[in-house]
């Protein structure tokens, strides 16, 4: 009798903490007669990496970044030196550490080598009497392969393919709780300068592409959070100063499912002001809003760039129910 109750509650706490790590992005509760979209797996893809990413607030899709593995690699295309970057930041869904190792073969391009952790913590397993009986851990990996390269003067391409890895192992006396997902997924995306005279950049992507993330059996298989981006940005200060040292990036950019469309729209804007000529300050803030959150959200960083190294720290403050702090990221890069 007590193993037919401990399977039960067992039962009952999995599918829970499933929804916890794989529904991180979704409002905590909906008007009466919402109706929402189809269930989509493996929405850990859907978080941030990366300091500079969090403080412009997503908006990285036009962007030329170390950081453009996790967002659109086409942003790769023209680094002129090798990087090394190693990131942290603690999202609703648990702590992420992010590496990116990037080898610059200019003219040719850029190939790429990234990983992400995510911790999503342990939870126990307790019986009717607090005992404790087992615990899980959550875990969620991303493995990419980044190829990214110039194809003429105004247009850079990038490609990604990623290993996407959901792990539940149990110790104890867990009984079938222990869940393994594998899978792939991948990124195409674009950018260019199409005017040489005109400080406006544009990007496009498709993100998360790929088959059904299967966490149980094919019956429980769902689609990947297929997305496509469009974004562009544009330098303001060339209107008002002539200073090479100074510029002063506005960056917008619009989000949709690739299924259902029009049912996660998500809008961000972010601005990045660069001060300095070979050593650069950057001063970053940002607004997003997406259909899918009941909260808005906003950010603020800054970075550092002195000589080979980069330092960016942002911080994420939103009105969510997840956790009460306000999420805080940190990249270290250094290029050789």
Not at 20 to 42: C, S, T
Not at 91 to 112: D, F, H, K, N, Y
Not at 249 to 273: K, P, Q
């Amino acid at each position: 009798m007590e193993s037919m109750i401990r399977k039960k509650r067992i039962s009952l706490v999995l599918p829970a903490l499933l929804l916890a790590i794989l529904l991180p992005i979704q409002g905590a509760g909906q008007d009466v007669g919402f109706e929402p979209p189809p269930p989509e797996g493996a929405l850990f893809l859907l978080l941030p990496i990366g300091a500079e990413g969090v403080a412009l607030g997503r908006a990285m899709t036009a962007a030329a970044s170390v950081e453009s593995a996790f967002w659109n690699p086409a942003g790769l295309a023209n680094l002129t030196k090798s990087n090394f970057l190693v990131m942290r930041g603690d999202p609703p869904a648990g702590e992420s550490t992010a590496l990116s190792w990037l080898i610059a073969r200019q003219p040719l391009g850029v190939l790429g080598f990234s990983y992400d952790l995510l911790d999503g913590g342990t939870q126990n397993l307790v019986d009717n009497q607090g005992n404790v009986r087992g615990a899980f851990d959550v875990r969620s990996h991303i493995g990419i392969v980044s190829v990214a390269t110039p194809l003429a003067e105004w247009l850079e391409v990038g490609l990604n393919m990623k290993i996407v890895r959901f792990l539940l192992p149990c110790r104890g006396q867990c009984d079938d709780t222990g869940v393994e997902a594998n899978g792939w997924a991948g990124d195409f995306g674009f950018q260019s300068q199409p005017f040489p005279n005109l400080p406006l950049r544009l990007g496009a992507m498709l993100a998360h592409f790929g088959p059904k993330f299967q966490v149980v059996n094919a019956d429980q298989a769902d689609p990947l959070p297929t997305r496509i981006r469009f974004s562009a940005a544009y330098q303001m200060l060339g209107h008002f100063t002539d200073s090479p040292d100074l510029a002063l990036w506005i960056r917008a950019e619009f989000e949709d499912r690739w299924r259902n469309s029009g049912e996660a729209t998500g809008f961000y804007v972010g601005a990045e002001l660069i001060a300095g000529a070979e050593d650069l300050v950057f001063l970053r803030a940002s607004y997003s809003s997406e259909g899918m959150k009941e909260f808005d959200e906003s950010a603020v960083g800054v970075g550092l760039r002195y000589q080979r190294f980069e330092l960016s720290v942002a911080r994420s403050f939103t009105s969510s129910v997840v956790q009460d702090t306000e999420p805080v990221y940190v990249s270290f890069g250094i290029s050789f």
